[in-house]
Structures are given as C-alpha cells and as structure tokens.
C-alpha cells in the first residue's frame, strides 16, 4: 500500500518551463494549487506578465491532489442553516455559486482539452439513519420553495439499493449538477494551459516574507529562490505549513488545518465495480465523522473520510488507512480483504462559519478557506479573483463577508482531539 495520493502517482507530472526567477511581474499568485492555476490562467490571457509561486516541488500536490476527486455542487453546510443566519437572497447566491463553480470546471475541461475523466453523473448525499430521511426531505422542499435548486431529488431505500449495494443506508438526497474527475490530471492540464499562455510557474520557490510596498497593492516577495516585485499578489495558499508567520499569521489565525484521509483499492474489474455502484455517482454519508467514496475509471473504489481529527504525515496516515478500512468493510463487507493499493491525507482549510473566504486585506488579495468542498469553487474562485483584480468587485461571490479570528487559535492546532470527541459526540447523539 502506497503512502501516497492515487491522483497525484496516476498523473503526468507536469514540467515547468525552466526560467529565472522574475524581478518584477504584474501579478504574482502565491500556491500552484486550483487557485492559483486557475487564476494565473484567466490573468495570463488577459496578457499580464504572471509568475505562480509554489513551495514544494511539483504544483496541485496539497489539497487539489489529495481530495477525494469529488466536483460537487451545494453547500458544505444546511442551506436552511444559512438561510437563517444571512437571509434567503445571499444563500442562495452562495449556493449558485457552487453551481457556477461546478460549471466553470465543466468548461475549462471543454475549453482546455483536458484528459481528466470528468463527468457529470450528481452527487448521493446518503442516510445512514432513518430519522434523517425527515432533514434531507425539510432540505428538498427549502431548497425547491426558496427557488434554489430544481434538480434535487429524494430517493427511497430500494431506489439508493438499486444503485448502491449497500444495507447500510435508508435513502438520500439526490443533486443533479454534482460531477468527478481525476485530479491529478486535472491540474496538469490547468497547469499545461496556464503555462501556455504565458504564466510562468515556478516550483520549489516558497514565499518566506511578504512585504508591501507604499498604500497600493504593490509588494516585495522574498522566496527562497530571490526577490520578486509585483503590482498585484493573490495568496492561494490554503492551509500551507510553508512560510513565517508574519507574513500568513492572519490567515492562520482564521484558518484550521483539519486532515482528512482517503484509501483506495486495488483495481475491481469492470463488473464488479459497476454491480457495487451502478450509476457512478460521487456518494457522501450524512454525519460530523462522516465516509465519500467514488469509483475511478479504471474501477478502484476511493473511499474517505475524517477518520482522526490529526495532521497528515506517514505515521497519522497510516493509522487513519486502519480505521477507513474498518469503515469500508462495514459499508461493503462483500469487499472482503480486498487489497488496499493507496493511503493518503491531506489538509482541510476549515473555517468556523465552514465557508469559503476571499477578498483583499492591506493590498493583498486571497481566496481560501474551502472546507472540504474546494475542487470546484477553488478553481471558480481562482477565475473570479482574476476578475477582481482586474477591476471587478463584483465578481467575488464572498465579498464583503467579516472574517474573525478563531478563539484561541495562534499555531498548530492544539484543539483538534477535542474538536473530535466533540463531533463524535453530536454523531452519537443525533
């Protein structure tokens, strides 16, 4: 079993033009993940000099090649909750925009040429008790009478068992727009694009000091390669290790870095898999600890979940790739001991309101805070924050959104166990 991500081993990696490190550049993108991909893209063909900076040695290898593959739309959080909470004309606008997110990966895939396995085939969010059938139905209705989304369905216990075979689940909630692809390949096509039309990226370049230059938006970047300048910046770095605290302290004060952990199996065959997970769909259960699992093209199931609130590392890995097969063969026992071929985690950017966050702060710009529902938005946001950039306040779906500090959050999150026995406590309960 691979200690490493199935997307990121099964992909081209992808080659950076070799370049000197610039001394100025209109626009520089701190993070080579989908943000910064994606952003460096839309600004290069607007014809701005861009150079994406990325600490570690090949780009989309934290969190945009280390998910779980799903392109879901639909809140990470009850749209009902957040109804409450801001009103129903801002909800739904931060609903359509994961619609849009999911769009706009759909059209970059057309648009690009990019050999990824997408597909648009929605996503299961599943019941794994019968008092939850009430909540996914309460959630159908809202969304259908608030004039949210259309193309959501309740599917009864035989209709989920006729396509998931499965004793495990009650029924589910059923969203249309929701679609996959291979990760991996995904960002060495964003990436090959990027570069393409100009952007420069350059890996192993970590940003060790950020600093701004007058009242603009112009700043000095300090790397570990050199010095660049630039008019612009956008920070796209999620919940990145790299870098001081001085320059990042005031993200990471309102960022938590919360692991999630994935395995996947050994090729199944073609019907096998197909009689496991007939419609193909992304699949998620509904709980705080909660599983999401998917086949990939070439039949392995990838199966994942919060399995220890801890930070990813060989030994954390390794102990979450136990738990997640317990869970695998709770939820599929006809799987027997089927051999495991990868195991891996990846860091979460959770906020409290578990809410994307973008805008500018002291002339830098950002867009992060995904939670665990980024590999759409995180590529539409990289667009969006192009467009603001360029002049467009409007183009940014989270604007004029407050972003305080977590309570006590000053360095490594400390708090993780007991953010744990918290969740699997209010799972027990529920």
Same mark, same amino acid.
């Given at each position: 079993?691979?200690?490493?991500?199935?997307?990121?081993?099964? !992909?081209?990696?992808?080659?950076?033009?070799p370049?000197e490190l610039?001394? /100025?550049?209109?626009?520089a993108?701190?993070?080579?993940?989908?943000?910064?991909?994606?952003?460096a893209? !839309?600004?290069?063909?607007?014809?701005?000099?861009?150079?994406?900076?990325?600490?570690?040695?090949r780009?989309?290898?934290?969190?945009?090649?280390?998910?779980?593959g799903?392109?879901?739309?639909?809140l990470?959080?009850?749209?009902?909750?957040?109804?409450?909470?801001?009103?129903?004309e801002?909800?739904?606008?931060?609903?359509?925009?994961?619609d849009?997110?999911?769009?706009?990966v759909a059209?970059?895939?057309?648009?690009?040429?990019?050999?990824?396995?997408?597909?648009?085939? &929605?996503?299961?969010?599943?019941?794994?008790?019968?008092?939850?059938m009430?909540?996914?139905?309460?959630?159908?209705?809202r969304?259908?009478?608030?004039g949210?989304?259309?193309?959501?369905?309740?599917?009864?216990?035989?209709?989920?068992?006729?396509?998931?075979?499965?004793?495990?689940?009650?029924?589910?909630?059923?969203?249309?727009?929701?679609?996959?692809m291979?990760?991996g390949?995904?960002?060495?096509?964003?990436?090959?694009?990027?570069?393409?039309?100009?952007? !420069?990226i350059?890996?192993?370049?970590?940003v060790r000091?950020?600093?701004?230059?007058?009242?603009?938006?112009?700043?000095?970047l300090?790397?570990?390669?050199?010095?660049?300048?630039a008019?612009?910046?956008?920070?796209?770095t999620?919940?990145?290790?790299h870098?001081?605290?001085?320059?990042?302290?005031?993200?990471?004060?309102?960022?938590?870095?919360?692991?999630?952990f994935?395995v996947?199996?050994?090729?199944?065959?073609?019907?096998?898999a197909?009689?496991?997970?007939?419609?193909?769909?992304?699949?998620?259960?509904?709980?705080?600890?909660?599983?999401?699992?998917?086949?990939?093209a070439?039949h392995?199931?990838?199966?994942?979940?919060?399995?220890?609130?801890?930070?990813?590392?060989?030994?954390s890995?390794?102990?979450s &790739?136990?738990?997640?097969?317990?869970?695998?063969?709770?939820?599929?026992?006809?799987?027997g001991?089927?051999?495991?071929?990868?195991?891996?985690?990846?860091?979460?950017?959770?906020? /409290?309101?578990?809410l994307?966050?973008?805008?500018?702060?002291n002339?830098?710009?950002?867009?992060?805070?995904?939670?665990?529902?980024g590999? /759409?938005?995180s590529?539409?946001? &990289?667009?969006?924050?192009?467009?603001?950039?360029?002049?467009?306040?409007?183009?940014?779906?989270?604007r004029?959104?407050?972003?305080?500090a977590?309570p006590g959050?000053f360095?490594?999150?400390w708090?993780?166990?007991?953010?744990?026995?918290?969740y699997?406590?209010?799972?027990?309960l529920a």
């Amino acid at each position: 079993m691979k200690l490493d991500s199935y997307w990121t081993d099964s !992909a081209p990696a992808f080659l950076a033009a070799p370049q000197e490190l610039p001394a /100025q550049v209109d626009v520089a993108i701190v993070g080579g993940g989908f943000t910064g991909l994606s952003a460096a893209l !839309a600004m290069a063909r607007r014809g701005a000099r861009v150079a994406v900076l990325e600490a570690g040695p090949r780009v989309a290898a934290e969190a945009s090649g280390r998910n779980g593959g799903h392109v879901n739309n639909g809140l990470a959080v009850d749209y009902a909750d957040v109804a409450a909470k801001v009103g129903v004309e801002r909800a739904r606008g931060w609903y359509n925009a994961y619609d849009d997110a999911v769009d706009t990966v759909a059209r970059l895939v057309r648009d690009e040429a990019i050999d990824c396995d997408f597909m648009r085939h &929605g996503k299961l969010k599943l019941a794994t008790r019968a008092n939850q059938m009430a909540a996914l139905e309460r959630s159908v209705q809202r969304l259908i009478d608030d004039g949210v989304d259309n193309d959501v369905e309740i599917l009864d216990a035989p209709r989920v068992r006729a396509e998931v075979q499965s004793e495990r689940f009650h029924g589910g909630l059923l969203y249309k727009r929701s679609a996959q692809m291979h990760m991996g390949r995904f960002a060495h096509g964003l990436a090959v694009a990027a570069q393409r039309n100009g952007a !420069a990226i350059h890996t192993d370049t970590e940003v060790r000091r950020i600093e701004r230059l007058g009242q603009g938006h112009a700043h000095r970047l300090h790397t570990a390669r050199g010095v660049v300048t630039a008019q612009q910046v956008l920070l796209a770095t999620g919940a990145t290790r790299h870098g001081g605290y001085g320059s990042f302290g005031w993200l990471r004060r309102r960022i938590v870095p919360i692991g999630s952990f994935i395995v996947v199996t050994e090729p199944l065959g073609a019907e096998r898999a197909q009689a496991l997970l007939a419609a193909r769909r992304t699949y998620t259960t509904i709980a705080n600890i909660h599983h999401y699992f998917r086949l990939t093209a070439d039949h392995r199931l990838v199966f994942g979940g919060r399995a220890r609130f801890a930070i990813s590392s060989p030994q954390s890995d390794a102990a979450s &790739g136990d738990i997640l097969r317990a869970g695998l063969a709770e939820t599929f026992p006809q799987l027997g001991a089927v051999r495991l071929d990868y195991c891996w985690g990846g860091l979460v950017d959770m906020t /409290q309101d578990r809410l994307p966050h973008a805008g500018e702060r002291n002339g830098l710009y950002y867009a992060m805070g995904y939670s665990g529902h980024g590999t /759409q938005m995180s590529v539409h946001m &990289g667009e969006r924050m192009a467009a603001v950039m360029n002049g467009d306040a409007s183009a940014n779906p989270w604007r004029g959104r407050d972003w305080p500090a977590i309570p006590g959050h000053f360095g490594p999150p400390w708090f993780l166990p007991a953010v744990g026995f918290y969740y699997r406590l209010k799972d027990r309960l529920a």
